[in-house]
């Protein structure tokens, strides 16, 4: 059997869907996966994931009130990359997938706490930082500072967005202003880092959390893994950037499995803004599924 | 015609860009005339005068055509001057500062000599100054790694700078920086997060923050030193995203479009300014920096000492809303600039060329007059 043919036949339309870890490989039902938060089934590894859904998958069903919607980009620098205009790309873009741009932003709650939220989509350009994605975060932590509600960022970006040329590097000191203030307020800033997250993003809000949570296998880094081996001239370690090198250099607090990401960042919320109402308890627990091990030597002393 | 003619700030043949040649050329006859002047005791500054003349005219000329990729060049020319010659002074040229006292180390890993801080005074001004440091000879551009930082360099920045602010000193940075460096030792020592809480503490520091390009502003490594209550640019200085080479192999998959890129990026003074990206644009003498370093020097001095006195002058919570104001309005509500310039880099330079032919005979039918 040719081999262009061998793979049309495996992947048929979006019945099933294949792991894009390369050591895997394996096919799953894209529906299993979907209801997997599109983690693979098979090996666990982390697979790009919709900004929709990951609101969906961290907020209370129907929570979700956005923030800055109304901010649309605007091509100030009449750029054009050779091939097309940027406003061209980006009606593409717009068209092709239901994002209006590479950020959603806006309040919720998360198991009945209030909370503010932004979550970049990777499936927009690249998840790229322009004017909008800036704003849209920077607003989403002033709603934060407003509300006095903790701030989570889910950040998954290839950097800043070069048809905005200095506007985009920009952002970084526009967001970055708006974390100083929560920071200085007390307002506690949860920033969750996915596969992959690099440039501009890394290097400004996505690097500035309370506590810093990465998925596992995550890239996450400075200069993209391309940049340094054509800047070194020498091919990278495996493994190198991945959330497991990072938590070992000590940048990165937990790694967390996605489908266990709300239980855990309520877990830390409950730390750093406990709920008068909330039994202290039950919250410190509520990221592991049975009760803590530890405490059952002291319970077997007392019997 | 009593005062002789001198021929100041000329074009040096080894680090001479393609479109100061004939600017070069126009100086090597000047030169000619001047040395035939001085030895055979002929007065010729009637001839000389208009020639020094044309030569500024010429510049003035190719300043006003130099396209953004031009100017990338100026911003990055070998004798531009750099943070030393502003400090204290390069080449037996004094710098601006009448005091200097650098402060070595991050207190956790190193002392990158890529950023240099320390104490600076300038008549009544005592403040905190932090620069890159590019090199000048190979030796030191080897240990500032070419203007490249490592984390260590912006947790220098950043330890010095939280110093500044518990003393009530103003800070003024110099940036001149290609980018942050790549490397792995970069990326395990956290060059992100290291440029992230640069950025966060910057905008909120209590202290007057004066920011000036002052050659390249490359994305985030300049931006690591780059928040502040005033950020300026000389004229041909460049401050981008990415660097024009960067983008174009992005996304023109051939680096060879950098001029493309330069002007796509929007990168120049001008565009800046429009872009509200910077606040002001600082004058460079003719033809650029690199020409005339002693005045470049005079000139940043006097903007220093005026955006100092302002800024202090404020009042600190003031100044802090204002700053706020200005970061979180960055890109906010601009109308679309206009087309960026059609004519392309090359063609400027093949005009050049013609025009230095067309130069030639004119020249050398001076000559039998001498």
Redesign the interface.
């Known amino acids: 059997m040719p081999w262009s043919f061998r793979k049309k036949r495996e992947v048929p339309a979006g019945l099933w869907t294949k792991c894009t870890n390369a050591a895997c490989g394996k096919m799953a039902f894209s529906k299993t996966i979907q209801e997997n938060a599109n983690v693979c089934p098979e090996c666990g590894h982390h697979m790009k994931l919709e900004a929709k859904r990951r609101v969906d998958l961290l907020l209370d069903a129907g929570s979700f009130r956005p923030v800055g919607e109304d901010v649309a980009p ?9 091939s097309e205009p940027y406003e061209q790309k980006l009606k593409r873009t717009r068209a092709k997938g239901t994002a209006s741009e590479a950020c959603i932003a806006g309040r919720g709650t998360m198991g009945g706490r209030p909370v503010a939220l932004a979550v970049l989509d990777f499936g927009f350009l690249g998840g790229s930082m ?2 909008v994605v ?2 849209r975060v ?1 607003l989403a932590a002033e709603a934060a500072l407003a509300d006095r509600v903790p701030l989570i960022v889910v950040a998954s970006s290839g950097g ?3 048809h ?11 967001t ?6 929560l ?2 307020a007390g307002v506690p800033y949860v920033s969750v880092l996915a596969d992959p997250c ?3 993003v ?7 959390g309370d506590v810093t949570i990465a998925e596992p296998g995550a890239l ?4 993209g893994p391309r ?2 081996e054509s ?2 001239r020498t091919t ?1 370690p495996d493994g ?2 991945r959330a497991e090198f990072l938590a070992d ?3 990165v607090d937990r790694i967390v499995d996605r489908r266990k990401l709300r239980d855990e960042i309520l877990a830390v919320l409950a730390f750093l803004a406990p709920l008068p109402d909330q039994p202290l308890l039950e919250t410190a627990t509520a990221g592991e599924p049975k009760p803590a091990p530890a405490l059952e030597p002291h319970g077997k002393k007392g019997r | 015609m009593g005062e002789p003619v001198t021929l100041t700030n000329k074009t040096d043949l080894t680090t001479c860009l393609p479109f100061e040649r004939p600017v070069f050329e126009l100086e090597r006859k000047l030169e000619e005339l001047q040395a035939l002047s001085d030895s055979a005791s002929m007065n010729l500054n009637g001839e000389l005068r208009p020639l020094l003349e044309k030569r500024d005219k010429m510049l003035v000329e190719i300043v006003g055509r130099l396209g953004p990729w031009e100017r990338v060049q100026i911003a990055r020319h070998p004798r531009r001057p750099q943070f030393r010659d502003y400090a204290m002074g390069d080449q037996g040229r004094p710098g601006m500062l009448d005091e200097w006292i650098e402060l070595r180390g991050d207190r956790l890993f190193g002392d990158d000599k890529a950023i240099s801080t320390g104490f600076a005074r300038l008549g009544r001004h005592r403040f905190l100054l932090i620069g890159h440091r590019k090199g000048r000879d190979t030796k030191e551009k080897l240990a500032c790694n070419f203007g490249c930082a490592h984390p260590e360099g912006y947790r220098k920045a950043l330890q010095k700078m939280k110093l500044a602010d518990r003393f009530g000193l103003p800070i003024v940075t110099l940036i001149n920086t290609p980018g ?5 030792g ?8 290291a ?3 640069n ?3 910057m ?2 520091l209590r202290v007057p923050t004066l920011c000036i390009v002052i050659g390249e502003g490359g ?2 490594g300049a ?2 030193i780059g ?1 502040g209550d005033r950020v300026l640019m000389l004229e041909h200085s460049y ?4 660097s024009p080479e ?2 174009a192999a ?3 998959k051939s680096g060879e ?1 950098a001029p ?1 890129a330069a002007r ?4 120049t003074s001008e565009d ?1 300014l429009r ?1 509200k ?1 910077v606040d002001e644009v600082v004058p460079e003498p003719l033809g650029g920096a690199h020409r005339d370093a002693a005045t470049m020097v005079g000139t940043l001095k006097a903007a220093v000492v005026r955006h100092l006195d302002e800024l202090t002058a404020m009042d600190a919570d003031e100044r802090l809303s204002l ?2 104001a200005k ?2 309005a ?3 509500g ?7 310039p059609e004519v392309p880099a090359p063609k400027a330079e093949k005009g050049d060329r013609k025009a230095e032919k067309a130069e030639k005979p004119s020249d050398r039918g001076d000559r039998p007059a001498k």
């Open positions: 605007v091509d100030v620098l009449r750029f054009h990359d050779g322009g004017v800036g704003e920077a800043a967005r070069m905005e040329g200095a506007l985009s590097l920009m952002q970084m000191a526009k970055s202003a708006a974390i100083a203030r920071r200085a690099t440039g501009g890394s290097a400004s809000f996505a690097a500035q996450v880094g400075f200069a940049v340094i800047t070194i990278l190198f950037q250099k000590g940048f | 942050a460096y790549p490397g792995i970069a990326e395990e020592r956290g060059q992100a997060w440029i992230a809480e950025i966060l503490e905008s909120a994305s985030g931006l690591g928040v401050y981008s995203v990415i960067g983008c992005i996304l023109w479009k493309e796509a990026l929007r990168l800046l872009l990206v700053r706020y970061l979180r960055f890109g906010n601009l109308p679309p600039l206009d087309p960026p």
